[in-house]
């Protein structure tokens, strides 16, 4: 009898594959969010993108058309905790805000908000750990841009975020 070989796939590579595969179909069921795409490709799912029609998804004016959402998850198996960023990107008005949770910044915990204006980093703030599952946690961060959008400020057409934190952040 020939030998048995047995393919074990890297076990971090599965779950990112199908966790980007669950927040695809996800977002793809949330109005106003289409174009919803893996990068750099559906092979290579490093992370899901979407165009988004804020005032649909928002349900509120918005003074963007359209802004892009990029969602990437990891699941390094040296580290306690899985990885993830999720950033809200307004290219119209050249910036974007967004929670990540990694092992930058650890002073400020192990998830942080921040806010980003052209190339530069405006803010970095704590942010609550909120759910380990996914989609529970791209859910929790999406319903509470309505209150960072009410927190960030425009001074000299520059966004600013004066106070910190709001609930649950």
């Known amino acids: 009898m020939a030998p048995l070989f047995i393919f074990l796939a890297h076990r971090s590579l599965l779950d990112q594959h199908t966790a980007h595969g669950e927040i695809r179909t996800w977002l793809r069921n949330q109005g106003g969010c289409y174009d919803v795409r893996y990068a750099p490709s559906s092979i290579r799912r490093h992370e899901v993108c979407a165009t988004i029609e804020p005032e649909i998804l928002l349900g509120r004016p918005?003074?963007?058309e359209t802004v892009e959402l990029r969602v990437e998850f990891e699941f390094p198996e040296d580290t306690e905790y899985d990885q993830y960023e999720i950033q809200w990107i307004d290219g119209e008005r050249n910036y974007s805000f967004g929670w990540h949770?990694?092992?930058?910044?650890?002073d400020l915990?192990?998830?942080h908000f921040q806010l980003e204006y052209r190339d530069e980093t405006l803010a970095r703030k704590p942010a609550v750990f909120h759910d380990i599952?996914?989609?529970n946690v791209l859910e929790q961060r999406l319903s509470l841009v309505p209150s960072i959008l009410e927190l960030v400020t425009w001074e000299y057409n520059r966004p600013r975020l004066p106070q910190w934190p709001p609930?649950?952040?």
């Open 62 to 64: 918005y003074p963007s």
């Open 101 to 106: 949770q990694d092992e930058t910044h650890l």
């Open 109 to 111: 915990g192990r998830c």
């Open 133 to 135: 599952h996914p989609v």
């Open 167 to 169: 609930r649950d952040v």
